[in-house]
């Protein structure tokens, strides 16, 4: 089965800063999801790479799509408390019916 | 928009009792899921449904069972509670595969002691 490895698991940053979360996948990646969960609460859509290259952003989050290495990364720039939260990535399968998740990066903001 | 409804959203059990974690969506998505997230962890598919009527396996089905009569509920039934079973229990839908996102409700909280 497909596995995904985030990294890191846990990140503290000071307000202002960026960050880097990375996601990789052992098997081939037909479509990367990435979700934030606030403490305590369900999981929301930030958004879905599905080509070798893709870049997506919104608002100050950024995520790209390295095919060849089957990784991708998320980039906030200038984090905010707001930012604070659990990434999750996804990876679809082949069929597109199910998502597998890696482990989740905590991330706190300290103001 | 209501989206993705689950309840109850906290439960204690004792072992060996039995319930069902209820999930309802008005999106009318053909796909829902039941997923697990153990403390620390990421998520785990429990099992999943393509339509009504119809149900498979995911992951980590030990233990569950689920029905799905009809598109908007697909209910998640632990028959003999264990305190292995302790975990959030989240229920998402989406549309069938073009790549849409999986849309998650609140969760619910279940211990078992």
């Known amino acids: 089965s497909q596995e995904l490895e985030q990294s890191p698991q846990s990140l503290i940053v000071q307000e202002g800063k960026n960050l880097t979360i990375n996601c990789t996948s052992s098997?081939?990646?037909?479509?990367l999801y990435w979700y934030k969960q606030k403490y305590g609460e369900g999981l929301i859509f930030l958004m879905m790479l599905q080509k070798g290259g893709e870049e997506k952003s919104h608002e100050k989050i950024t995520a790209k799509l390295d095919e060849k290495k089957q990784q991708s990364s998320l980039h906030i720039t200038a984090s905010q408390p707001s930012h604070a939260g659990i990434y999750l990535c996804?990876?679809?399968?082949?069929?597109?019916?199910?998502?597998?998740f890696g482990g989740g990066t905590r991330l706190m903001v300290k103001p | 928009n209501a989206g993705v409804t689950q309840t109850p959203k906290f439960r204690i059990l004792k072992i060996g009792q039995s319930m069902t974690l209820q999930c309802a969506q008005d999106?009318?998505?053909?796909?829902m899921y039941w997923y697990r997230q153990d403390p620390g962890m990421g998520l785990k598919l429990i099992y999943y449904?393509?339509?009504?009527?119809?149900?498979d396996k995911g992951e980590v089905p030990n233990g569950y069972n689920v029905s799905r009569s009809t598109t908007e509920d697909f209910p998640l039934r632990l028959e003999l509670a264990a305190p292995s079973q302790t975990s959030v229990y989240f229920c998402?839908?989406?549309?069938?595969?073009?790549?849409?996102?999986?849309?998650f409700g609140d969760g619910t909280r279940l211990s078992i002691l």
């Open positions: 098997k081939t990646l037909y479509g």
């Open positions: 999106m009318n998505h053909n796909y």
């Open positions: 996804g990876s679809q399968n082949n069929a597109g019916n199910m998502l597998t």
């Open positions: 998402a839908s989406s549309r069938p595969r073009d790549n849409q996102p999986q849309h």
């Open positions: 449904s393509v339509g009504a009527g119809i149900t």
